[in-house]
């Protein structure tokens, strides 16, 4: 499966953006999707996860009540709603597709997109 991110910007803080991770070649609904990212200088860190079903979601603690994933599959899209933005969120976002959802191993990962968090 292909992934690209896009969504990205400029947006002051306290405002919202909404990421997208579009698929292609093979349907989103084959994988679990992880969304990470990764600010200068700085270790990637992964945000939180959807399994297949949307049943189950995971977020970390730092992003969690602000950041929302949700999947729409007949579209083959994934989503990233960030609300409240900070200017510590800023950083490139990517995309990631698994199909084992306690697995660290990745099939894809998008492109990234850049989202800068400032007045």
């Known amino acids: 499966v292909q992934l690209q991110a896009s969504g990205g910007g400029l947006v002051q803080p306290g405002g919202s953006l909404r990421l997208s991770c579009a698929a292609s070649g093979r349907t989103v609904r084959d994988y679990h999707m992880s969304w990470f990212r990764q600010a200068p200088g700085k270790e990637r860190e992964e945000l939180g996860r959807i399994s297949r079903s949307s049943a189950v979601t995971w977020y970390v603690d730092s992003v969690k009540g602000r950041f929302t994933i949700s999947r729409d599959n007949a579209k083959n899209t994934v989503y990233l709603q960030m609300n409240n933005l900070k200017p510590e969120d800023t950083a490139v976002y990517y995309c990631?597709?698994?199909?084992?959802?306690?697995?660290?191993?990745?099939?894809?990962w998008g492109q990234g997109t850049l989202v800068t968090v400032s007045s």
């Open positions: 990631a597709a698994k199909t084992v959802l306690s697995s660290t191993q990745y099939q894809s």
